[in-house]
């Protein structure tokens, strides 16, 4: 009977042994996929490195010095984002000011020219041209009318006398008179001035009392007729 107990006491001593080795054995697996697990979930949050410290001397001691790996957050890349765009920013802004201040100046410039090219004086040749235009030439056209000058008479002054004379009815192309004198009624007719259209009087000197002389005063046209008015006399040398 003893050696049955021993046997069984054997055998059950032999099982809680194995029992026990089981457990230690499920708990040693269990603890490894939970420490690998962990592992696992510290490299992908973290991925952190352990790297040793060199040993001091006199020390048994090791300190561990660990390296995070843990990517940068997007902070930085935003910040360097934004300051590269307001610095391409700020160089339109620059640009854009430089070609307003170089449009305004060409604008100025521009309105400066033309001012100074309106009040450019008139070229000599343009000014010759005005000033020796020749007037206008007669006309060759033949005028309907033609008529001597009327109401002439001559006004005794201290110089001599005036020849005063008024238009005729037959006004039209009439470019001036001839005022002529004729010593004694006889030889040629001297001219002694023709004068515009808008004259009506021309001042004759007297030389000396000697003999007489015929005053005449002729209208001239435009198509070359002259046409001469009554002539009366005075005493004396004219001219």
């Known amino acids: 009977m003893a050696a049955k107990k021993k046997a069984a006491k054997r055998s059950s001593a032999k099982r809680s042994v194995k029992k026990a080795a089981k457990r ?26 352990s790297i040793p410290a060199v040993p001091v001397s006199g020390s048994s001691r090791s300190s561990v010095s660990t390296i995070s790996t843990t990517p940068k957050s997007s902070g930085s890349s935003y910040s360097s984002k934004s ?41 000599p040749a343009a000014s010759e ?10 006309s060759s056209a033949p005028l ?21 004379w008024k238009a005729p009815a037959a006004s039209e192309g009439i470019t001036g008179y001839n005022v002529e004198l004729r010593t004694n009624g006889a030889g040629d007719w001297k001219l002694v ?3 515009p259209a808008t004259q009506f009087k021309q001042q004759i000197t007297k030389n000396d009392e000697t003999g007489w002389v015929q005053v005449q005063v002729s209208t001239v046209y435009s198509d ?15 001219s």
Do not use: C, F, Q
């Open 129 to 138: 041209s005005a000033s020796v235009a020749p007037s206008a030439a007669p």
């Open 83 to 123: 300051s590269s765009n307001n610095s391409g920013s700020s160089k339109g802004i620059i640009t854009a000011v430089v070609v307003g201040v170089l449009i305004l100046a060409v604008v100025v410039i521009s309105r400066n020219s033309s001012s100074d090219t309106a009040t450019v004086t008139p070229t």
């Open 144 to 164: 309907a009318a033609h008529e001597a000058p009327v109401g002439i008479v001559s006004l005794y002054n201290a110089t001599g006398a005036t020849v005063n």
């Open 193 to 195: 001035a023709t004068v």
């Open 224 to 238: 070359g007729e002259v046409v001469a008015g009554k002539v009366h006399g005075l005493p004396g040398s004219w």
């Open 24 to 49: 230690s054995t499920a708990k040693k697996s269990t603890a490894k996929r939970s420490t690998k697990k962990s592992a696992k979930r510290s490299s992908k949050s973290s991925s952190r490195y």
